[in-house]
């Protein structure tokens, strides 16, 4: 199946710095990709939707100039997690969705701020 | 509003037992996926099931699509070690934003060998 990537697969930070990660669709085009945030032993909570050359479309509650996504080409989209404080610690997954439909999910990254 | 309700949440069986896990919608869907995640995994996609009533195998595990399009089921036969994870149900509504997916919360199986 399509295989995407997700850089860095680990992070930890100080409180106050940013961070970004990468989403990477490495066989495929994707136009829209997915951010999702996953707490310990709970379901995928939707973030955002990536759409390629355009602005995100953040879920509610969602704050998006904390959650900054830039999609700037087909097979990248971006997340800053701008200054992090340690309630924003989590496991941040992206997908993407093929032109076959299917979704690809993303290794992960797990995030943790001091 | 669109929202996909699984159960139960945890399921413990010993090795050999079988498994189902149960999503609903109440609202009707136009596809629903199955997904698995192991521990300190991310989610792998399994089966997409998409018309009325449809039914699919994989091996040991069966998926079904209610008749309505708005409950689906996974069930495992003789689960296994390998079986552990949690299995998530997403569901895909017509007019939704292209391939936005409502999760349910998953079932976190645990196989007792």
């Known amino acids: 199946g399509a295989v995407v990537s997700q850089h860095p697969s680990r992070v930890i930070c100080k409180s106050g710095t940013s961070v970004k990660i990468e989403c990477r669709s490495l066989?495929?085009?994707?136009?829209?990709m997915f951010w999702y945030r996953q707490f310990p032993k709970k379901s995928l909570m939707l973030m955002a939707t990536s759409n390629e050359g355009s602005k995100a479309t953040y879920e509610q509650g969602v704050e998006k100039d904390k959650f900054l996504i830039n999609h700037a080409s087909l097979t990248l989209s971006t997340l800053t997690v701008t200054s992090a404080h340690p309630e924003d610690s989590s496991f941040y997954i992206c997908?993407?969705?093929?032109?076959?439909?299917?979704?690809?999910f993303g290794p992960g990254t797990r995030l943790t701020v001091l | 509003g669109q929202q996909v309700m699984q159960i139960p949440q945890y399921q413990h069986v010993q090795e050999g037992e079988d498994f189902t896990t149960y999503c609903n919608s109440s609202?009707?869907?136009?596809?629903i996926q199955w997904y698995k995640q192991r521990p300190g995994g991310h989610p792998v996609f399994l089966i997409q099931?998409?018309?009325?009533?449809e039914v699919k195998k994989q091996k040991r595990l069966t998926f079904q699509f209610g008749e309505a399009k708005k409950n689906s089921s996974l069930h495992i036969t003789a689960t296994q070690t390998t079986d552990v994870g949690t299995y998530f149900c997403a569901g895909h509504y017509r007019g939704s934003t292209l391939g936005r997916l409502y999760f349910g919360r998953g079932t976190q199986l645990t196989v007792w060998p």
């Open positions: 997908s993407a969705r093929d032109p076959l439909h299917e979704q690809f």
């Open positions: 099931l998409v018309k009325s009533g």
């Open positions: 066989d495929f085009q994707a136009t829209t």
């Open positions: 609202t009707t869907l136009s596809n």
